[in-house]
């Protein structure tokens, strides 16, 4: 089920987002609460570069590796 689509503009760029999702993700995106990320994670690295050629989001919801903030 998808949620409410709407065209916003996320760092000076219009796009299409599910915003319900997108506030999630904020708070349960496992890249995000990760005391990896920010150190020794190249899959979270990959991803981040991935988001910002694209201007896409994307909420990471399994992992192997993902270590407790």
């Known amino acids: 089920m998808v949620g409410k689509i709407e065209k916003i503009v996320a760092y000076g760029v219009e796009v299409f987002a599910d915003v319900e999702m997108d506030n999630l993700r904020r708070e ?3 890249c995000l609460n ?3 990320m920010d150190s020794d994670c190249s899959v ?4 981040y570069r991935l988001c910002l050629q694209n ?3 994307l909420m990471v919801t ?3 590796q993902y270590v407790y903030k």
């Open 28 to 30: 349960r995106c496992l």
């Open 34 to 36: 990760c005391s990896r």
């Open 44 to 47: 979270s690295k990959d991803f």
């Open 55 to 57: 201007n896409i989001a």
């Open 62 to 64: 399994r992992c192997p």
